[in-house]
Every structure is written in C-alpha cells, then in structure tokens.
C-alpha cells in the first residue's frame, strides 16, 4: 500500500502494528529523514540504544548481504522490539532487499530510506505489493504543507503567527522539510515566551531565504574558483541540513549552460550573445561572464564529468555523500581557480 500525507499523519497517531516494513523516499531529502525517523519512533522510545536500534548504509551491504537478514531476525538483549533502518537505499538495492521480505519480522519493523526514485521502479513495487509493507513517498512541500508545518512547530511552542508573518515565512521556506523545521525553530528560540506573537519584523530578522541563499553560495564559490568562499558557504549548508545531491544537481544545471555559452563563443559568436543562445536568465549573465572568462566549453565538460561521476559515486557506492560532494566541488573549483 501507499500512505499518503494525511494517512501517514493518522498512522503515526496510530500505528497500525500489522505493517511492519516501510519504503520512505523522494525528492525531499530533508523530509524522508523525517519520517523515517517518525516511523521509528512508533516503535521506539528514543533512538540511542543499540540492542533496539540499528542504522545500516545500504551501499555497505554489497560485500555482506546476509548482514540485512541477520539485523531484522536479531533479538535485542534487553527484550522488546527493534528497528533497522536500511538509509541511501536506491532501485540498485531491490533485489538484495527483496531477498529479505520474507523474513520474520513479528519483531522488528524495517525502515528503508530512498531518493528520489520513480513509483514505478522495482523497489516501489515490491514493498507496496507486500500486505506488510508501505510506501511514503516525499515531495517538496506545497504552500498548504509549509503552512501545516508552521502552524504545528509555532503551536508546540506555544506561539501565533500575524497573517503576513505566515506569508512571509512559507514564501521564504519549503526547499527542505528538514531545513524549514530548524529554521522555525530557530524562530521559537527568538521568540523565547509562550503566547507571543510573530510579527512580520520577528520572520524577518531570523528568516532569509536561506535554503537558496546557502546552495546558490555554493555553486557560485566552485565555479568562481573561490576555495575560502566555498569551505565557508559548504559549511554552513551541511550544518543546516542541506543534501549532497541538492549541490550536484543543480551545478550540473549551470555547468550545461556554461558549457554551451563557451562552446557557442569559441566558434566566434560574441559572448554577450552566446549568453542569450544558451538560455543563462538576464540577471545571472554578467555572473556567467566572469565564470566563463576565457573557457572553452571543454573545461565545462570535464568539470560536469567531475559532478556527474560524484552523484553516481553516491548513489552507488556507499561513502559517504557529503564527502563526495565536498570532493567534487572541490575539484572543479581549484579547476576553475587554476585557469
């Protein structure tokens, strides 16, 4: 089966003990954590004991996958159930975790994190087709959802919103489910007395858009050749919640137009005008420009190569991303500083 937001929600309220194995996953990173942590909550106290607990990266499965199988069926040592939660699952995965579905699991609720994957691949499937199982799939939040989600983190501290308050917030928050729900809290922590009301001032002096102030920071430092700027801006993303993959993608994106851009110059076409070809926005031109300097599109091309063969690197090998990702754009940022 399939729980959707409303269900999930009432799930969580009341878990339902017969479904014993969960597949969350999605676009929104920061919100399959949530949930898969949500879920493991059902079942848990806390988090932090080992005989119950257990946390598995699925890319270090591949050189023991029996290990799976032998977490799900383990007895804690204390008694009571357990739960194993399986993270950086991906479609590559299905089989190995399809080989473990029919394992006993009256004792153990498996929690299985995933990207951002279709509902129609075999991983999906397998684990809706189960009369055990259940998919949450997790998008980026919609108005109404930041809206839900403001009112619930300001309502547990005992706080209001004035109506342009909560405008300005959802128009300032939603990229990330994790990083929105720090971003509040952040706000609560301001706001410090119960029964307070949240002014416009109040969402502005704690709130910016930070979600796409820190990733924009990023991808503008590595392409720049800008190494302190980078280390900085990386940083303080990471510490915020931000994901690997939300670097990756979206430097792919400017590495492309710039890769056009430059190609379309090197074959005499004037820049401001290969610009315009390559479809870079009025506003981010002048930025291009610097960027492109005097590249030609081969050194974009072996920089995107660079960020591309890292995405694949995390999806497939188990390191860990944020160590990948810093790899990356560290590499095409000296690239860049170098030329």
Avoid: W
Avoid at 91 to 111: E, G, P, W, Y
Avoid at 228 to 235: F, H, I, T
Avoid at 281 to 298: C, D, L, S, V
Avoid at 312 to 328: F, N, W
């Amino acid at each position: 089966m399939e729980l959707r937001p409303a269900q999930f929600s009432s799930f969580i309220k009341a878990p339902d003990k017969n479904l014993r194995i969960f597949l969350v996953y999605g676009p929104d990173e920061g919100l399959v954590r949530e949930r898969a942590k949500q879920l493991s909550l059902t079942v848990l106290e806390t988090l932090d004991d080992p005989f119950c607990y257990a946390e598995i990266e699925a890319g270090n499965l591949d050189g023991d996958p029996a290990r799976l199988r032998d977490e799900i069926e383990a007895i804690s040592m204390m008694g009571g159930e357990r739960v194993v939660r399986l993270r950086s699952a991906g479609n590559v995965h299905a089989k190995l975790i399809q080989s473990v579905l029919d394992a006993d699991f009256s004792n153990t609720l498996l929690v299985i994190e995933a990207g951002d994957i279709k509902k129609t691949t075999a991983l999906v499937k397998s684990i809706t087709g189960l009369s055990n199982g259940a998919a949450v799939a997790c998008y980026h939040d919609k108005a109404q959802d930041v809206g839900s989600l403001i009112q619930d983190v300001l309502g547990e501290a005992g706080l209001t919103a004035a109506s342009d308050a909560t405008d300005y917030l959802r128009k300032n928050l939603g990229s990330d489910r994790s990083i929105s729900r720090q971003e509040l809290i952040k706000l609560t922590l301001y706001m410090g007395a119960t029964g307070a009301t949240v002014t416009l001032e109040d969402a502005k002096a704690v709130i910016g858009d930070s979600s796409a102030e820190s990733v924009f920071d990023v991808v503008d430092a590595a392409l720049l050749g800008n190494l302190p700027g980078l280390e900085a801006s990386l940083n303080k993303a990471f510490f915020a919640g931000e994901s690997a993959i939300t670097f990756l993608r979206l430097i792919q994106g400017q590495l492309k137009q710039l890769h056009k851009a430059a190609s379309f110059a090197e074959t005499g076409v004037p820049l401001g005008v290969a610009l315009k070809k390559a479809a870079i926005p009025p506003f981010n031109q002048k930025k291009a420009e610097a960027q492109i300097g005097r590249r030609g599109g081969r050194h974009f091309a072996q920089c995107l190569d660079i960020i591309l063969k890292a995405e694949l690197d995390c999806k497939t090998t188990g390191s860990p991303a944020e160590t990948l990702c810093r790899r990356a754009l560290l590499r095409v940022c000296m690239a860049n500083r170098n030329r």
